[in-house]
């Protein structure tokens, strides 16, 4: 059954014109398929357009993950290279607060010990050398031995190397200072600073200018050998329990030290 294109009149099977219209039945048709085809290549332009479209909110949203990732790659890099100086600074500030914190303590046995300033007397402190049972360091000219076994703790002022004996309990300091006076009222002065009333054995050698005291005060046994250089006295103070289990031990300690402390 077919209709007139213009008008609408149903039309007869064979019949060219409508009888209502006049109009050809042959050039509807003929206008009907030119209307097809062109909705056809509209249909076409717009599936063209919408796949042009398509493609370059793909490329635009390509293009946009590309710069987020770049982005995230440049903050990456930042953020190490943040993590790395501050890494770097935290190890260069540890480096000098241990290495100050180090010269401070003047050292292992086996450190540099760091030269303490006497205004009216420089002297200067030699690195210990280490040899077996005693290791060595140089103040003011004075070799001055110590167990290589002792602890170096914290030392100021004028005393250069302050010790423990970690087993035994018995500590040791090397120290220097500007003194005057004779040697045998230094030793008094060491045995007032002490608390003790008398010695238990005090020697002085004029010939290397150098004094020794042992006291026992309440327990614990005093000894100190100084040797002194112009008016630079340079000395060792070694102090242990008398009731010490490694007593003899100290005992022997002190007769090496003195011999060498000069």
């Given at each position: 059954m077919q209709y007139c294109k213009n008008?609408?009149?149903?039309?007869?099977?064979?019949?060219?014109?409508?009888?209502?219209?006049?109009?050809?039945?042959?050039?509807?048709?003929?206008?009907?398929?030119?209307?097809?085809?062109?909705?056809?290549?509209?249909?076409?332009?717009?599936?063209?357009?919408?796949?042009?479209?398509?493609?370059?909110?793909?490329?635009?949203?390509r293009t946009v993950r590309e710069k987020r990732r770049k982005s995230r790659g440049r903050r990456a890099a930042i953020y190490i290279f943040v993590l790395l100086l501050i890494t770097l600074a935290s190890?260069?500030?540890?480096?000098?607060?241990?290495?100050?914190?180090?010269?401070?303590?003047?050292?292992?046995?086996?450190?540099?010990?760091?030269?303490?300033?006497?205004?009216?007397?420089?002297?200067?402190t030699a690195a210990p050398a280490q040899s077996g049972e005693y290791a060595e360091i140089t103040v003011g000219n004075v070799r001055c031995p110590y167990p290589a076994a002792f602890h170096s703790g914290s030392a100021s002022g004028n005393v250069k190397m302050n010790l423990t004996d970690p087993l035994g309990g018995a500590k040791m300091i090397i120290a220097q200072e500007v003194t005057e006076g004779a040697l045998t009222e230094l030793a008094k002065g060491y045995l007032s600073q002490i608390g003790a009333t008398s010695a238990t054995e005090m020697k002085s050698n004029d010939s290397e200018s150098s004094y020794t005291v042992t006291a026992e005060v309440n327990g614990t046994v005093y000894h100190r050998k100084c040797v002194v250089r112009n008016t630079l006295a340079v000395y060792y103070d070694f102090e242990y329990s008398a009731s010490s289990g490694s007593a003899s031990a100290y005992q022997k300690y002190i007769e090496t030290i003195d011999s060498r402390f000069k």
């Open positions: 008008c609408g009149r149903q039309l007869k099977d064979g019949m060219r014109f409508c009888d209502r219209c006049g109009q050809s039945v042959r050039k509807s048709q003929e206008n009907s398929q030119a209307a097809r085809h062109k909705e056809i290549r509209e249909l076409q332009e717009e599936r063209l357009n919408r796949k042009k479209r398509l493609a370059e909110k793909e490329e635009r949203q190890v260069l500030v540890g480096y000098f607060f241990f290495a100050g914190k180090s010269g401070g303590d003047n050292g292992s046995a086996s450190g540099v010990i760091t030269e303490q300033t006497v205004t009216a007397a420089p002297a200067q």
